[in-house]
């Protein structure tokens, strides 16, 4: 592990955050506070953070069928997609995989009935959330999420600073990856962040 950073929360407050080691191995670059990593599935729970303010403002039902928002199904042929609401989504209760094999999408069980981590369930809510408030996820998130909590180097799409900021990742074997540069937000997995910005989040 080439670099880290770390933020330290201590009752409601971030008391301290630092950069160890370098962004890429071999380079002489360190990590620092304002150091952007891919935060992969932590996306969700600030995903999830947005879509709960959507429900505070009685914008989107908790339990209301998520059909009831769209104006075309999302998977054609199975009326078991109607039980699927937020709640379920944010619980992994969709019946949906991880990650749909090629471009067909499959619920495997009735929703609600048991628990089964998914991306695709947070990526149908995503285009619901999208569907509501007529803007992109990431506009969405910046308005509603990031600027109020001060979250400035945070963001679901690729962002031209970030170019300069980013860590690369490392492979087992300890080489570096290519960065991933998403230019389409993903509710579940597109996310960079920093961790004194998620500490902000967290806290």
């Known amino acids: ?120 369930g947070y990526i149908y809510l995503q285009r619901v959330v999208e569907q509501i408030t007529g803007k992109p996820l990431n506009t969405f998130m910046t308005e509603t999420v990031f600027e109020p909590l001060g979250m400035s180097r945070s963001s679901y799409v690729w962002r031209p600073e970030f170019d300069a900021l980013t860590a690369t990742g490392h492979a087992a074997d300890g080489k570096p990856t290519p960065v991933w540069k998403p230019m389409e937000a993903g509710a579940a997995s597109t996310l960079n962040t920093t961790a004194k910005d998620h500490a902000l989040f967290v806290r």
């Open 1 to 120: 592990m080439p670099g880290v950073s770390i933020a330290g929360i201590q009752r409601g407050k971030t008391i301290w955050v630092h950069g160890f080691g370098v962004k890429e191995d071999g380079t002489s670059q360190p990590v620092t506070a304002e150091t952007v990593f891919e935060a992969a599935s932590l996306s969700k729970p600030v995903f999830a953070y947005g879509v709960l303010k959507l429900v505070d403002r009685g914008k989107l039902g908790l339990d209301v069928p998520l059909t009831t928002y769209l104006p075309k199904p999302y998977i054609p042929g199975d009326q078991r997609l109607a039980k699927i609401t937020a709640r379920i989504v944010l619980s992994h209760r969709t019946g949906f995989p991880n990650w749909r094999d090629g471009n067909s999408l499959a619920i495997y069980f009735t929703p609600g009935e048991r628990f089964s981590y998914s991306g695709e």
